[in-house]
């Protein structure tokens, strides 16, 4: 779905073929990911869930050019991703920001970089502050900071510099679960004035539904994609929503598949979640001869 403010044309189509990554591990080469395939269309807001360990952020370094994919085709607006570039803004779940640097200056920092002069430097981030609702601390060096702002500064930060698209990987992650949802709001609503693509990287079902557009839900290792689900709910995105049915339902739907994938990477280990048929406390011989 695209963003339907009619705020000029939304930008950025990440395009993911036939993905595979493989890393050396212990001498040998194994497959992280493998034969992924995703889209993120223009101004389309994309999640991807899926067990500890199975490839998002691997998938997520791909696009920001930090990793090369062992095979397969990653493009950014029809262009091979080849190294990272100023089209693609990333936020980490670390702030990432420079502590010798004013809030506004961290923000300037890659506009300076670009060449570009001070006013038009300061106007940008200025007005990018604004709409993170940051503009009365610009003089604050990031000590002074919540954690909630701090990572409000690094969204600005990745956004100042014009992205087509901007890659997230689980940003909200550090963050206590109320200061998590605000943040959530004012992210969506940033989104929708901005029109730009964005990947979002979670562990979190509820985060993933309210967010986006679509959710690609990831296998356990090597990742593939298990399923793509469309969320059809409405924008704006309001806190109300999450009561709604539609929003329950993909909630139960996503949490039963990740948690076959989550037992998958525990090597079918747990099946049941450990409590099943499957899994018996031993009698206290077996115990001790453990012991
Ligand atoms: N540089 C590397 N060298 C070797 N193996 C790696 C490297 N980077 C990642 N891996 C392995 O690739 C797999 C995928 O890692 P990745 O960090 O992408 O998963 P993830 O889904 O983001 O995990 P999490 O949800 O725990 O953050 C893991 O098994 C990891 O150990």
Same mark, same amino acid.
């Given at each position: 779905?695209?963003?339907?403010?009619?705020?000029?044309?939304?930008?950025?189509?990440?395009?993911?073929? =036939?993905?595979? %990554?493989?890393?050396?591990?212990?001498?040998?080469?194994?497959?992280?990911?493998?034969?992924?395939?995703?889209? %993120?269309?223009?101004?389309?807001?994309?999640?991807?869930?899926?067990?500890?360990?199975?490839?998002?952020?691997?998938?997520?370094?791909?696009? !920001?050019? &930090?990793?090369?994919?062992?095979?397969?085709?990653?493009? $950014?607006?029809?262009?091979?991703?080849?190294?990272?570039?100023?089209?693609?803004?990333? $936020?980490?779940?670390?702030?990432?920001?420079?502590?010798?640097?004013? $809030?506004?200056?961290?923000?300037?920092?890659?506009?300076?970089?670009?060449?570009?002069?001070?006013?038009?430097?300061?106007?940008? !981030?200025?007005?990018?502050?604004?709409?993170?609702?940051?503009?009365?601390?610009?003089?604050?060096?990031?000590?002074?900071?919540?954690?909630?702002?701090?990572?409000?500064?690094?969204?600005?930060?990745?956004?100042?510099?014009?992205?087509?698209?901007?890659?997230?990987?689980?940003? &909200?992650? !550090?963050?206590?679960?109320?200061?998590?949802? %605000?943040?959530?709001?004012?992210?969506?609503?940033?989104?929708?004035?901005?029109?730009?693509?964005?990947?979002?990287?979670?562990?979190?079902?509820?985060?993933?539904?309210?967010?986006?557009?679509?959710?690609?839900?990831?296998?356990?290792?090597?990742?593939?994609?298990?399923?793509?689900?469309?969320?059809?709910?409405?924008?704006?995105?309001?806190?109300?929503?999450?009561?709604?049915?539609?929003?329950?339902?993909?909630?139960?739907?996503?949490?039963?598949?990740?948690?076959?994938?989550?037992?998958?990477?525990?090597?079918?280990?747990?099946? =049941?979640?450990?409590?099943?048929?499957?899994?018996?406390?031993?009698?206290?011989? =077996? %115990?001790?001869? $453990?012991?």
């Amino acid at each position: 779905m695209m963003a339907s403010d009619g705020k000029g044309p939304a930008r950025g189509h990440i395009d993911l073929r =036939d993905i595979r %990554v493989s890393f050396m591990q212990n001498g040998a080469a194994l497959d992280a990911v493998s034969g992924v395939t995703l889209d %993120v269309e223009p101004g389309e807001f994309v999640s991807v869930v899926g067990p500890s360990g199975c490839g998002k952020s691997t998938l997520l370094n791909i696009v !920001a050019g &930090f990793l090369k994919p062992s095979a397969g085709k990653a493009m $950014v607006d029809g262009k091979p991703i080849d190294g990272p570039g100023s089209e693609r803004g990333v $936020v980490f779940q670390q702030y990432s920001l420079f502590p010798w640097l004013k $809030v506004r200056e961290n923000v300037e920092f890659g506009l300076r970089m670009q060449g570009m002069g001070r006013a038009e430097r300061e106007s940008k !981030a200025r007005t990018l502050l604004g709409l993170a609702g940051l503009l009365s601390f610009e003089n604050h060096y990031p000590d002074q900071l919540s954690g909630g702002m701090k990572q409000r500064v690094g969204i600005v930060r990745a956004l100042a510099t014009g992205p087509q698209v901007l890659l997230m990987d689980e940003p &909200f992650g !550090a963050l206590d679960a109320q200061t998590r949802v %605000v943040m959530q709001e004012i992210l969506t609503n940033m989104w929708q004035q901005l029109r730009l693509s964005v990947l979002f990287i979670t562990h979190d079902i509820e985060e993933s539904i309210f967010l986006s557009d679509k959710v690609y839900v990831m296998t356990a290792r090597p990742g593939r994609i298990k399923a793509e689900i469309p969320i059809p709910l409405p924008r704006p995105r309001t806190p109300e929503m999450t009561a709604s049915p539609t929003f329950m339902a993909l909630h139960r739907q996503l949490k039963a598949l990740i948690r076959e994938e989550s037992l998958a990477a525990m090597g079918g280990e747990l099946r =049941d979640g450990g409590l099943g048929q499957d899994w018996h406390l031993g009698s206290q011989d =077996d %115990v001790r001869a $453990v012991l």
